[in-house]
């Protein structure tokens, strides 16, 4: 398929690469170095050979959410939005951005989502989950209601939030300890990224923003396959829930969150992925260059689905959710 639009899609500067390194073996980390740092070159050669007309950049993990100090924090996404404004506009047919946010304090967050938006032309923000704030083992995630005026200017301004995967600390998560294997995206990631969005939808966010739009990868995080048993677990009991929303958790699910097929390129998932939150939420996206852009357009190419399905998940819907204008 051509035209299509990717939306998980990473680069990182000088200063963000060692946030990467960490995780990979030194056989690779010179080829995922190169595939970081580049923008314009080996990336635009992928996005041609494989289909892809435009891609919407975020920076690498956990970079902003990890650095403790707010005043650094905001320092650091303020210097690498301003780079990726840059970088687009030397090819704004091919590239968008999502606004890094320095969440360790919601003012300084909504104000530089604010600038990337109204200045900049992004198009939505992409958080690396929780953010450490003050120290490095402390931890804030979004569902507190210090957060609740951040959420209502994501609301206002109309554009989606990427909640994207980081590692727990480990000293937060023994059941890793001494299995680092299931770290990064083998488990820990998904099971992060799941809980941090179903606290934000029990703690009554989407009743307080209804019109929020949350994007999640990784084809949900595995949460389109263990939705019916969050909202149904011991029903004969007839207990009401004990959070705070208003509706069932797959309510939300259905009306406030968009998924991507990031990293998750396997046709059975998305066809559970679509018979749970439905064909016009689920987008195109590649996790560049942690996979290979080759391996998710092969797949999702030659996918069996009804072509008019992977031109809503390939383009369409990524039009729609982001407003874009795009020749063609
Ligand atoms: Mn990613």
Redesign the pocket.
Known sequence: MQGKIAL?E?FAVEETLADSKGFFPDTVWGELRARLIDIQDRRLREMDANGVELMILSLN?PTVQAVADPTAARDLARRTNDYLAAEIAKRPDRFRGFAALPLQDPGHAAEELRRCVRELGFVGALVNGFSQVGDADTTTYYDEPAYRPFWREVEALGVPFYL??RNPLLSHARIFQGHEWLLGPTWAFGQETAVHALRLTGSGLFDDCPALQIIL?HMGEGLPFSMWRVDNRNAWMNLPPSYKAKRQIGDYFRENFHLTT??NFRTSTLVDAIAEIGVDRIMFST?WP?ENVDHAARWFDSADMAEQDRARIGRENALRLFKLDLPG
Request: net charge negative; no cysteine; aromatic share 10%.
């Open positions: 998980e990473h993990a994207h995967p990868g990031s990293g996790d942690f």
